[in-house]
């Protein structure tokens, strides 16, 4: 019996070996084909990329990888895997007309007629009949354009269109014909510039694509210029360069007021005295530059002249003043707070305010010991009632642990009515209690934040629910905030919008979860430099909802509102007019709908 059990144990072990190993032997692709199987494309796509991470060369996983994106709606990434599929093996006519389709589905037309011509010249039925689809509606509409110009020389819809039809059909020399004929009709167009250079690269003409792209960055609107700029080296252009594109652009105003700048002449000087300077001018020293990159935005270069100028004399405030500012727009405040307390010593007073102000601003960032309050109170035409939201929170920088950060904090809400009578008795409008706790705070990461506290609540005035005069409290959440354009900071004004968002868990209203919801657009006006105000003209958008759906924590609404707040004040002062809606009526003793005004002002500081 022994001998027989000792082989079955010897059979039992060498299975086990052999499954373990044949378990072991299954890779990532392995897992991401077992996904395919179950329709688990989130989990396929992560295994294909881990499979290929290891073996960048395998064909199939790559294409594999394209289908599994397409079934997940990431046709993008589909896109980019087939691509990368049809780099590795040129021959797969199946991977090139897959890539073609999806080039075609994801807006690059020209990339797809290119590889369908590919495949028709190749052969391929398929991609014949492809490319005439693609490539029958353009000649169509060239030949259609053209006929349009014969007939209407200066028709500028026609000269756009045709080269946008020829840039589709890559035909670069058309393209950047009528590009180049549509921009002089309608010059204020710096758009078609963006594109003529394009076509220019196309046709290995670099010089006229880089004037190009200089005269929309400098002459556009900003989202041209933005593009533009884009488009251009990671170098400030030379000036040379400048020249060129005044000479293609010759009303361009900003233009001359750059290359005036930098041959030292009079901003009203004649472009024709500009351009015969060519090559004549001094090299500028390093401050100069310095100060040139950063003002356009070329931040690496204007740190690199600036600690060159710096080092040529280091008794020159505004160079470290300079210095702050760009290490503060490159989000390395510590290396931007050196240089700004460096700066604040100046001898000039307007150099030291500056630097002093900005210095007070980030400094409390790297103090071991923080201490914030804030204060908002509102008034309400909604409850006839005066509402007050104050705290003041005292955070500890932990060394080495700069995103976490342990805090004590005083809270206070009231109101100044209490309660109003309502049909089951009396509502209450607020906790009116002050929080005395303790808690983790994390840094803000691209405007979202976290944390969490438990304390203990003082209840000041009492209710008949709440009997007790202290009540544990324990509450967190995340919070988002996010702004666009131009915020109500000094010397700024145009349009802007703003988010936040706060989801709060709260354990004294039954542990309910409440989200807030706060959006804003408007926009805002240039200061009044006689009253030194600075206001915003906006439209409010908010939402509130809670995880136990009762009536009041449940609301939209929306309406206009004034923002304005007044020189060197750290009050900002709001005025809203809101029409809401409950979206939980079950146990509302009011109506669906209501009307508001809302006043509040906003009062914060830091030490």
């Known amino acids: ?26 890779g990532p692709a ?19 990329q881990e499979a290929i991470a290891a073996s960048p060369d395998r064909v199939e996983w790559r294409k594999d990888l394209g289908y599994a994106l397409l079934k997940a709606g990431e046709t993008e990434a589909a896109r980019e895997q087939f691509a990368e599929a049809l780099r590795l093996n040129p021959a797969d006519d199946r991977v090139a007309l897959e890539y073609a389709y999806l080039c075609y589905e994801t807006n690059q037309p020209a990339t797809a007629r290119r590889e369908f011509e590919h495949l028709k010249n190749a052969g391929n039925a398929e991609g014949a009949r492809a490319f005439e689809n693609v490539d029958r ?10 006929q349009a110009i014969e007939v209407d020389p200066k028709n500028f819809s026609a000269h756009e269109e045709l080269a946008r039809l020829a840039a589709e059909r890559d035909d670069a020399a058309l393209a950047a014909e009528h590009y180049e004929a549509a921009w002089r009709l309608r010059p204020e167009r710096r758009d078609l510039l963006i594109e003529l250079g394009r076509a220019w690269k196309q046709l290995n003409r670099d010089e006229d694509a880089t004037a190009a792209w200089i005269a929309a960055w400098r002459g556009g609107t900003p989202r041209v210029s933005e593009q533009a700029r884009a488009l251009l080296p990671d170098r400030y252009p030379y000036l040379s360069e400048f020249q060129k594109a005044m000479t293609l652009d010759a009303g361009n105003t900003q233009l001359r007021r750059d290359i005036a700048f930098q041959l030292g002449e009079p901003l009203e000087a004649e472009p024709a005295l500009l351009q015969t300077r060519a090559g004549s001018e001094a090299p500028a020293d390093a401050k100069t530059l310095g100060l040139r990159s950063l003002e356009k935005g070329y931040l690496p270069d204007a740190v690199k002249y600036l600690q060159q100028a710096h080092e040529a004399d280091p008794q020159d405030y505004e160079v470290m003043l300079k210095l702050g500012w760009a290490f503060n727009i490159l989000k390395d405040d510590r290396t931007a707070l050196h240089w700004f307390d460096l700066a604040r010593n100046s001898t000039d007073p307007t150099i030291a305010q500056e630097a002093a102000k900005a210095y007070s601003n980030l400094a409390p960032a790297f103090e071991p010991v923080r201490t914030t309050v804030w204060a908002f109170p509102i008034y309400s035409s909604r409850w006839h009632d005066l509402f007050g939201y104050a705290q003041a929170k005292t955070e500890v920088r932990l060394p080495g642990v700069s995103w976490l950060r342990p805090y004590l904090s005083v809270r206070l809400l009231g109101d100044v009515r209490g309660a109003v009578p309502v049909a089951f008795g009396s509502q209450y409008l607020s906790e009116r209690s002050i929080i005395f706790g303790g808690g983790l705070g994390t840094s803000s990461w691209h405007g979202l934040a976290g944390w969490f506290e438990a304390g203990e609540a003082l209840i000041y005035e009492q209710t008949p629910t709440e009997h007790r005069r202290f009540t544990p409290d324990y509450r967190g959440g995340l919070s988002y905030a996010k702004g666009f354009g131009h915020l109500l900071t000094g010397g700024s004004h145009g349009r802007f919008a703003e988010t936040n968002m706060d989801g709060v868990f709260i354990s004294r209203f039954g542990n309910d979860s409440i989200l807030y919801s706060q959006n804003r657009a408007g926009y805002t006006l240039p200061a009044s430099e006689t009253a030194g105000v600075h206001a915003q003209l906006l439209w409010n958008l908010n939402l509130t909802a809670d995880a136990h759906r009762q009536y009041w924590a449940n609301y939209a609404e929306t309406g206009p509102g004034l923002r304005f707040r007044f020189d060197n004040s750290p009050v900002l002062f709001s005025v809203n007019v809101l029409r809401g809606v409950y979206l939980v009526n079950e146990y509302n003793p009011r109506r669906p709908n209501y009307n508001e005004l809302r006043v509040g002002l906003w009062y914060a500081f830091t030490h």
């Open 30 to 48: 392995d897992e991401a084909y077992q996904a395919l199987k179950t329709n688990d494309y989130d989990h396929a796509t992560a295994y294909f």
């Open 1 to 26: 019996m022994f001998p027989a059990m000792g082989r079955c144990c010897t059979t039992l072990v060498l299975f086990g070996l052999v499954t373990t190993a044949a378990y072991a032997q299954r």
């Open 137 to 146: 509606p353009l000649r169509e509409g060239i030949a259609r354009w053209q």
